[in-house]
DNA sequence: ACCATTTGACCACA
DNA sequence: TGTGGTCAAATGGT
């Protein structure tokens, strides 16, 4: 018998979805209004944890409805909410929910690799990460990610509980909606406990050398980076700089954020959006 | 020296 | 007992 929430979620109109991720840009916009307010002294520090929590609430409610979005693939198969009885016991009480995408998803949250492993009957190694505040937040956060068989360019990961750190806020922003991104918004969040720029990024951005970076000129990324960007990812070939292990492609590299030495500032939206405005659908790649 | 990753060992469960 | 998940010492990079 069909769970309830699995029929709901077969029958949300992708406009709510998308009405939902709307209100979610919009709360990130009013936080950074709010924090500008607070300030100058104008706004409570409770209103802007307010609009915190709405954006966590859109954040929270946003996952199980948008995990196909990247991947293109069935809810049935690829993004439903486990909450079969089979899952692992060690993880009992644990919500977990999966995303299919063409690259380790980069998905606002640093985290820490703590293994890897051989998974019977899988070609690929599947590594385990956990959230790097786990012990300074206590944050039980841990996610999986496994390159898929079928599809060797493609990524699982696999997500196991919600962050309670302080990062959680970080997520509110990932997948911000189109028109925020069309209209060349910045949301400039000015934390300086973002995590550092990841060394794969720049390997995606030919351009921007990492000695000549100035965080301070670098709103966003100009338009021809994100065309590099699409087409470097569009074709098969090894990703630049990419590190391989002796398994092949070594996905360690680009799931976490964690503390690289780079010394920029590179605000976390400008590489959020990419993960979550390229959705590297076959039709839209360029005939080579 | 510090921190993240690697990797073999250990543990829990089916 | 096999498998998957986690731990922790070793290793490497900055």
Same mark, same amino acid.
């Given at each position: 018998m069909e769970s309830r929430v699995a029929r709901n979620l077969s029958l949300v109109p992708e406009n709510v979805t998308e009405e939902i991720f709307r209100g979610r840009g919009y709360a990130a916009q009013l936080q950074i209004v709010l924090r500008e307010l607070t300030r100058s002294g104008q706004v409570t520090a409770t209103a802007e944890d307010l609009v915190t929590k709405i954006s966590r609430s859109f954040t929270e409610a946003l996952s199980p409805l948008s995990c196909c979005e990247s991947g293109k693939v069935p809810v049935s198969s690829d993004?439903?909410?486990? #909450?079969? *009885?089979?899952?692992s016991t060690r993880r009992k009480m644990q919500e977990t929910w999966t995303r299919i995408t063409?690259?380790?998803?980069?998905?606002?949250y640093t985290w820490r690799k703590y293994g890897q492993k051989e998974i019977q009957n899988a070609k690929h190694l599947r590594s385990y990460f956990r959230c790097t505040y786990r012990f300074d937040s206590g944050c039980e956060a841990t996610k999986q990610v496994q390159r898929i068989?079928?599809?060797?360019t493609k990524f699982q990961t696999k997500y196991i509980g919600h962050h309670?750190?302080?990062?959680?806020l970080k997520s509110s922003?990932?997948?911000?909606?189109d028109s925020i991104v069309e209209e060349g918004y910045l949301l400039n969040?000015?934390?300086?406990? #973002?995590? *550092?720029?990841?060394?794969l990024f720049f390997s995606f951005f030919p351009s921007i050398k990492q000695s000549e970076y100035n965080p301070s000129c670098s709103e966003y990324l100009p338009p021809q980076d994100l065309t590099k960007f699409k087409s470097s990812v569009a074709?098969?070939?090894?990703?630049?700089?990419a590190s391989q292990s002796s398994h092949g492609y070594d996905i360690s590299d680009h799931t976490t954020s964690s503390?690289?030495?780079?010394d920029m500032d590179l605000e976390l939206m400008d590489y959020v959006y990419l993960n979550d405005v390229f959705l590297f659908n076959d039709e839209e790649l360029p005939k080579t």
């Open positions: 993004c439903q909410l486990d #909450l079969s *009885k089979k899952r063409d690259m380790p998803i980069e998905d606002g068989e079928a599809n060797s309670t750190c302080q990062d959680a922003f990932v997948a911000m909606d969040f000015e934390t300086k406990t #973002l995590p *550092k720029q990841d060394p074709t098969t070939e090894p990703l630049p700089s503390s690289s030495s780079f």
